[in-house]
């Protein structure tokens, strides 16, 4: 079970750090991602890092202002998003696949988080 937090109201230019902690005893093996839907929109890939920590990737869209990290002593993915705009504003989903190495695939992720609502206002 993945649980994300962090989410809320901010204005252009804040930032803000989303948080996931996962449920389960093997969190260390488990490649993260975060993935979010505006309305109207598909889900689209943001960032990912892979099981061992030391391969992240990033959408173009969010590269050099967004950065995903893991604490694996508390089971939690964090995304720590600056420069936030008005186009990031959607529902922000945490997923989580066995052993992964940082996909941008969305069929790749077995687990997934209810979403949290990021709203960034101009």
């Known amino acids: 079970q993945l649980v994300e937090s962090g989410g809320g109201l901010v204005q252009a230019g804040d930032s803000l750090t989303l948080s996931c902690v996962a449920s389960?005893?093997?969190?260390?093996?488990?490649?993260e991602a975060w993935f979010r839907q505006a309305p109207g929109k598909e889900r689209e890939f943001v960032a990912a890092?892979?099981?061992?920590?030391?391969?992240?990737r990033y959408a173009d869209s969010v590269k050099d202002r967004f950065i995903i990290s893991r604490d694996n002593a508390k089971s939690t993915v964090y995304l720590h998003m600056n420069s936030l705009k008005p186009d990031d504003t959607a529902v922000y989903y945490c997923?989580?696949?066995?052993?992964?190495?940082?996909?941008?695939?969305?069929?790749?992720?077995?687990?997934w988080g209810q979403g949290t609502q990021v709203t960034v206002s101009s």
């Open positions: 997923a989580g696949q066995f052993r992964g190495l940082a996909s941008s695939r969305e069929y790749e992720y077995r687990y």
């Open positions: 890092i892979d099981w061992t920590g030391d391969m992240t």
């Open positions: 389960v005893h093997t969190f260390s093996l488990y490649a």
